[in-house]
């Protein structure tokens, strides 16, 4: 079992920056990518981007690359999730989950993931 917490959300404004945190703890810490993703109310779960166990390859969704830059502190078994140029559309729950295995290529960090944090508002105000 993995346990993942997020933090670092809240209100930012149009323009802004915010930095989540997401901490995991349990079984086998740190072999594992770390994904994070985004959630609206009535759509579907999208990933914004994702890093690997070593850290050496990363993914970014195209509506953040250039905006958003995700790193992991292994040995503190923490992926940060920094973000700015914030905008509006950026508006979601973000939740940050855990993939069991090794990754070969981008399609890998789509999915499926293992364990999923609780998730954290991220509000851009216009």
């Known amino acids: 079992q993995v346990h993942l917490v997020e933090s670092g959300g809240g209100l930012a404004q149009s323009g802004g920056s915010l930095k989540l945190s997401c901490v995991a703890s349990g079984r086998a810490a740190g072999n594992y990518a770390i994904g994070w993703f985004r959630q609206d109310p009535g759509k579907e779960r999208e990933i914004v981007s994702a890093i690997s166990w070593s850290g050496t390859r990363t993914y970014y969704a195209d509506s953040v690359k250039g905006r958003f830059t995700i790193s992991r502190d292994t040995a503190k078994n923490t992926v940060f999730l920094q973000m700015n140029t914030l905008q509006p559309d950026d508006t979601a729950v973000y939740y940050c989950?855990?993939?069991?295995?090794?990754?070969?290529?981008?399609?890998?960090?789509?999915?499926?993931?293992?364990?999923w944090g609780q998730g954290i508002q991220v509000t851009i105000a216009s």
């Open positions: 989950g855990a993939a069991m295995r090794v990754i070969y290529s981008d399609d890998d960090f789509l999915g499926p993931y293992d364990y």
